[in-house]
Structure formats: C-alpha cells, structure tokens
C-alpha cells in the first residue's frame, strides 16, 4: 500500500497525539466523523495496519488503540494477479478447496481468495491461494469478522504448527474449540495428527462430536483439559520422540 488515504492520515495523527490510547469512538468525536460515513471509517483505520503497528488495549469496558510506530517489514498488500489467479483455477480443476463441490455436478462458481487473510499475516503467493465456491467464500469471511484479528495474527507468526494449535486451545480457557477453527490455525492437512502430537509434551485434550441442527450435520470440537508450558522447540522435540519411538519399536522386533 503505496499511500494512505487522507482519512487514515488523519486518524493516525491523532492516535499518536494520544500515546496512552484512545478508542474509536473518541477518534470519530475528534475528527467529527458523521454517522452515514462510520464504515468508511472503520475500513480507513484498519488500512493503517498495513503501514503501522497499532495495539489494542482492553481498559475495562472500553477498547483503546495504542499507536506503537511503523512497521519495519509492512504487511503484503499486493493483489492477486491474473496469473496468480490462474494458477489457483487450475490446481483446483472445478472443484472447492473448502467445501469439496465441483462446477460440473454442483453448477458452482469458484472465486479466488486468500486461504490466510492478509489481516492476519497472509501474503500473496500460490501457497496462500486457493479457488473455493461463493457460499464458502461468504462464509470464510463472516468467520474472519467474527475472530480478534490482533489475536489471529500473534497465533498465526508462530512457525511451530503445535504452538499455532496450543495457543488457540488455551485462548479458549476450556470452552470447546470448532474443529474448523483448528484446521484454519494449522494451515495443513494433517492437523488432526498434530493435535495428537501434543500429548507427547504432556498436554490432554477431549475430542467430541455436536449435532448443529435437529436433523442437520454434526461437527466436531476439541477441549483443553491440560496444557503445559511450551519448551524451546516444541516440533523438534516432537520429531525426536517420533524418532526415538521408532528406533524402539525396530529394536524390539
């Protein structure tokens, strides 16, 4: 993002006219934002994210936006090229990465989009593309909306598949985790087989199974029961013990 729009500078200037923080609301009153233009507001403001690193500060009831300074390294803005977006059509030949249904049989209509939003540390490159059907698409981004995108992002720059899943189990403080949500944290098909690694360094977690609807589909979640703290490496140490385990197992046989 080459430029900020004048709006964006203008609730920059008086984010940093206030170092301990202030809230949206009070931003709006300063720069007499009227009623009919709070979307366009809300939209300028997380544009700054791209450039500048803002905090959000939980003060009790209110939320305060603490500026932080400007970005060494700015988030990846870039569009999805038409080649980009070629390459996606084609890899997914007709069928949803997400939901499975194909053009053919279904009569969908497949869209290119970000598998991790640029908002949470995405970036735009063939391994972050995917082509998936409108309904998934809607979907997807009502789930974004209704995830702390502050919080996604810390979760999601841990390289360590296992500390991306851990964090998002403990986030929940023991309510049940949608599989879905552990899926899109992991990033990977084996997610499933990730989750049981963590047993290995001590963790326990129940898996169970929720109808959605009365006749309707059943989904399955995932409970922390116990955690513990993380160890410098904690994939490398879940390598090793795979390892170890399988020099035991060819020892005894």
């Known amino acids: 993002m080459a430029n900020l729009s004048d709006m964006s500078l203008k609730i920059l200037e008086v984010m940093k006219q ?8 009070e931003i709006r009153e300063k720069l007499k934002i009227p009623p009919a233009e709070q979307a366009n507001f809300g939209r300028r403001r997380r544009e700054l994210n791209y450039l500048h690193l803002i905090e959000k500060v939980q003060d009790g009831p209110r939320v305060l936006y603490v500026y932080k300074g400007p970005r060494t390294k700015p988030r990846d803005t870039s569009q999805i090229n038409i080649r980009l977006r070629a390459q996606a059509l084609h890899a997914a030949r007709g069928r949803c990465g997400n939901c499975g249904r194909t053009i ?3 009569g969908i209509v497949l869209v290119v989009d970000h598998k991790v939003p640029r908002e949470w540390g995405g970036e735009t490159v063939p391994d972050n593309l995917w082509a998936i059907c409108e309904d998934c698409n809607a979907g997807k981004k009502n789930y974004f909306k209704s ?9 999601m720059a841990h390289k360590s598949v296992h500390v991306r899943l851990g964090e998002t189990l403990k986030a929940f403080k023991g309510e049940a985790v949608p599989a879905a949500t552990l899926e899109f944290v992991a990033n990977q098909d084996d997610w499933k087989k990730r989750i049981r690694e963590l047993r290995y360094l001590g963790w326990e ?6 109808k959605l609807s009365e006749g309707g589909r059943v989904s399955s ?3 922390l029961v116990k955690s513990r703290p993380w160890p410098e490496d904690p994939t490398g ?17």
């Open 18 to 25: 206030h170092p301990d923080g202030i809230t949206e609301g």
């Open 104 to 106: 053919e049989k279904h």
């Open 147 to 155: 995830v702390d995108a502050d919080w996604m992002r810390k979760v």
């Open 205 to 210: 977690i129940e898996t169970f199974n929720r």
């Open 221 to 223: 979640y995932y409970q």
């Open 237 to 253: 140490i879940i390598r090793q013990y795979e390892r170890d385990r399988a020099e035991r197992n060819k020892a005894d046989d």
